[in-house]
């Protein structure tokens, strides 16, 4: 019987500051768009690639693998934003059964309306409590994390 592994007193510690920083960053983050955009945390991070992509627009399942998220959030979401004008879902001209999600002029000027307020926000309670060298620990840090989560991933 394998021996159970518990967290040192530092490790717990580290541990809890994480999750509870990632849960009030979140909740700040998602309170300061919402009230100064209209626009949900969720709403914003589909907005972001499909603003990023040459053609504003991507397969459902690219954007469910960029996103991390299942095929369901993202079909209750987009018919959602769709109905709100800020995206487009049409049927994949290769795939019968794919679906594309593309970007509208009110979804593009949502984004960029939203965009620089965000990003104060991010800096305000994240990126400038941090030195350069803070954030490339940190980076290397999120990435190796993720590999190990997600050997797969880009």
Same mark, same amino acid.
């Given at each position: 019987?394998?021996?159970?592994?518990?967290?040192?007193?530092?490790?717990?510690?580290?541990?809890?500051?994480?999750?509870?920083?990632?849960?009030?960053?979140?909740?700040?983050?998602?309170?300061?768009?919402?009230?100064?955009?209209?626009?949900?945390?969720?709403?914003?991070?589909?907005?972001?690639?499909?603003?990023?992509?040459?053609?504003?627009?991507?397969?459902?399942?690219? +954007?469910?693998?960029? /996103?991390?998220? %299942?095929?369901?959030?993202?079909?209750?979401? @987009?018919?959602?934003?769709?109905?709100? #004008? $800020?995206?487009?879902?049409?049927?994949?001209?290769?795939?019968?059964?794919?679906?594309?999600?593309?970007?509208?002029?009110?979804?593009?000027?949502?984004?960029?309306?939203?965009?620089?307020?965000?990003?104060?926000?991010?800096?305000?309670? +994240?990126?400038?409590? /941090?030195?350069? %060298?803070?954030?490339?620990?940190?980076?290397? @840090?999120?990435?190796?994390?993720?590999? #190990? $989560?997600?050997?797969?991933?880009?």
């Amino acid at each position: 019987m394998a021996q159970e592994r518990w967290l040192n007193e530092n490790q717990q510690r580290f541990w809890r500051l994480y999750v509870d920083v990632q849960h009030h960053l979140e909740g700040v983050l998602h309170r300061e768009l919402l009230t100064g955009s209209g626009l949900s945390s969720a709403e914003f991070a589909v907005l972001v690639p499909l603003s990023e992509t040459p053609a504003e627009k991507l397969r459902a399942r690219d +954007l469910c693998r960029e /996103l991390g998220w %299942d095929r369901t959030r993202l079909s209750h979401l @987009v018919a959602r934003m769709q109905q709100r #004008g $800020l995206v487009r879902r049409s049927g994949c001209a290769d795939d019968a059964r794919g679906s594309v999600v593309e970007l509208t002029h009110e979804g593009r000027r949502a984004i960029t309306d939203a965009a620089p307020a965000h990003t104060d926000a991010v800096r305000r309670y +994240l990126i400038d409590l /941090l030195d350069d %060298d803070e954030i490339a620990s940190m980076t290397d @840090v999120f990435q190796r994390v993720l590999e #190990g $989560l997600d050997p797969q991933r880009d």
